[in-house]
């Protein structure tokens, strides 16, 4: 087995998903998402999913946003319109809108 660092950035996503979905979680999945905005970049990098354990939901997804402070971490749960890794964006996306 090849050795891996204790704390990857996958790691740190796994845990923050565990975190708000209350449970385990086991990696599914990493998909490459860019979206766009009237031919504009808003949003691009790699979105991890993630299977819950104990739905619902069944699916969460996972990812590092870097900002001033440093990186952060967004999970969104695979429900409603977050029905995949580019709507789990999406979502995402509108909720920065509004702050």
Known sequence: MPYRPMN???????RTVEATVKGPVTHRESVAVVETFRGQ????????VFDVAEPPPAVAYGWAV??????????????GPA???LAAVRVWLVSQSKK
């Open 41 to 48: 970049t808003v949003w691009e990098g790699m979105v991890e």
């Open 8 to 14: 990857t950035l996958l790691d740190t996503i796994q």
């Open 83 to 85: 029905d995949s890794p």
């Open 66 to 79: 870097e900002s001033d402070q440093g990186p952060q971490y967004v999970t969104v749960k695979g429900r």
